[in-house]
């Protein structure tokens, strides 16, 4: 089992910046690939961002170039840095953890809440 917990959430100007951060419970972190979605109102829920175990990364062609994943296996911790944010960006954004070699994630976070002011 792993727990996930965000936060780093809240109102950010357009075009400002901001870092959330997903702590997860359980010792094999390291093996589980991890992922950022998000899910704004009356929209269905997009990853935005992966990472894998071994530290491969995969971004959602809206959010390249301004987001980065990470991930700190000594934290049991995942980081999405968000630059330059959109009007577009706003959502409820959520973490996410998969097992080594499913395809499906399995454990989620509650989210944290990222409005965008214009």
């Known amino acids: 089992q792993v727990q996930l917990v965000e936060s780093g959430g809240g109102l950010v100007q357009a075009g400002g910046s901001l870092r959330l951060s997903c702590a997860a419970s359980g010792r094999t972190f390291s093996r589980y690939g991890m992922g950022w979605f998000r899910q704004a109102p009356g929209k269905e829920r997009e990853e935005v961002a992966a990472?894998?175990?071994?530290?491969?990364?995969y971004y959602e062609d809206s959010v390249k170039g301004r987001f980065t994943i990470s991930r700190d296996n000594a934290k049991n911790t995942i980081y999405l840095q968000m630059n330059s944010l959109k009007p577009e960006d706003p959502a409820v954004y959520y973490c996410?953890?998969?097992?080594?070699?499913?395809?499906?994630?399995?454990?989620w976070g509650q989210g944290t809440q990222v409005p965008v002011s214009s």
């Open positions: 996410a953890a998969r097992r080594i070699g499913v395809s499906t994630y399995d454990y």
């Open positions: 990472i894998s175990s071994g530290g491969s990364t």
